[in-house]
């Protein structure tokens, strides 16, 4: 079965612009996770969605936003973009949420690059 | 910080000798898991061990969990050229709902 699919691969944008990435879970997987991964910060967890719903979120401000459909594909938005906000984000996806022991799987990411 | 604590940062080995990575947490766990990563692209899942588990293999993967130290390490067996790659422990909290990321270890495997 087709894995998670990230688009776009790359962006490039301006300061101050906003952007939306979009995240495609795999088949039947009803929990879309997002993470930024910076060479400064590592990995960091930005927000995790379930049947349409934020579970959980990390500490990034108000700027980061995302959003699920009813079909489980995942979009994240960044307002007002920063400069160090260039960085490789990620989405993962998994069968359900709470203690289910199952892995994530995560898509190849979006590379945004702010000038 | 929030991060899990991986040693060491990077590790260069001969193909066929065997590599192996800690993490240290702070909190309590409900799974810890690995996870490779190559050249920046994303994460892919090897293993999990849940929070009641001491020890757990997958081909040439071992890993165990003393969760009284809250530690972690992964054993890789027999290294090949096609390990050479970034390694996260990943440290599932809050219910499974929550993820903490290790700093990481690049691990070098030459011919």
Sequence with gaps: ?115 | SQQGEEDPQALSIQEGENATMNCSYKTSINNLQWYRQNSGRGLVHLILIRSNEREKHSGRLRVTLDTSKKSSSLLITASRAADTASYFCVIVSGGGNKLTFGTGTQLKVEL
Aim: charged share 15%.
């Design chain 1, 1 to 115: 079965k087709a894995g998670v699919t990230q688009t776009p691969r790359y962006l490039i944008k301006t300061r101050g612009q906003q952007v939306t990435l979009s995240c495609s879970p795999i088949s039947g997987h009803r929990s879309v996770s997002w993470y930024q991964q910076t060479p400064g910060q590592g990995l960091q967890f930005l927000f995790e969605y379930f049947s349409e719903t934020q579970r959980n979120k990390g500490n990034f401000p108000g700027r980061f936003s995302g959003r699920q459909f009813s079909n489980s594909r995942s979009e994240m938005n960044v307002s007002t973009l920063e400069l160090g906000d260039s960085a490789l984000y990620l989405c993962a996806s998994r069968p359900g949420t709470g203690v289910d022991n199952y892995g994530y799987t995560f898509g190849s990411g979006t590379r945004l690059t702010v000038v």
